[in-house]
């Protein structure tokens, strides 16, 4: 029993082997040279490339840029009418909605106080080939109907896959209506 706890004793008393200390300094000089050679980038990413050319003069277009389709809409649809102080959102694409496509959405809000239909083309192209880029989707068309008399504040937030998971800058969005 009492060399037992001679033992534990020895043990406990040695002193660090001199190897490790070699070994812990090395690492410590390593790190620091790792350290004072990265260099340390951050990249700001400041939104979107393009630009958006409209010709309405029967309501105003704001666009809201890209997105993920991360959700897929149970529908699409082509038209709807203006609430009078509400959003609508309105899914339209010329293909069906697929996760991990890049998504353009676009905010409109009628400028008549009429209920009448106004149709609203809206094209997107990418990429830097004269003029204005390739066509990435077919054309889309909006049948969007007014509040009525009364006018409103209400808008319609069009929700359009454009059909592809990536995209080449800059994009160029067309958006008329009559």
């Known amino acids: ?25 090395l690492m410590g000089m390593v790190a620091g040279v790792l350290a004072a050679v990265i260099t340390v980038t951050p990249n700001n990413f400041t939104g979107e490339v393009g630009t958006v050319h409209t010709n309405t003069g029967t309501m105003t277009v704001a666009d809201n840029g890209l997105s993920i389709v991360s ?14 102080s509400s959003n609508k959102n309105l899914y339209c694409s010329c293909t069906s909605f697929v996760a991990g496509h890049w998504m353009e959405s676009i ?15 809206i094209t997107i192209n990418d990429g ?32 359009i896959d454009l059909g592809t998971a990536s995209i ?10 009559t």
């Open 128 to 159: 830097a080939a004269s003029p204005g880029g390739s066509a990435l989707i077919a054309a889309v068309t909006l049948t969007l109907t007014g509040p009525g008399a009364g006018g409103g504040t209400g808008t319609i937030t069009a929700y």
């Open 168 to 177: 080449t800058a800059p994009l160029t969005v067309y958006v008329s209506s």
């Open 1 to 25: 029993m009492t060399s037992i706890r001679v033992l534990l004793s020895r043990i406990t008393t040695k002193k660090v082997p001199a190897l490790a200390l070699v070994v812990v300094g």
């Open 71 to 84: 959700n897929v809409p149970g529908s699409t649809n082509s038209s709807a009418t203006f609430l009078t």
């Open 107 to 121: 905010v409109f809000t009628d400028t008549q106080t009429d209920s009448s239909a106004h149709t609203v083309k």
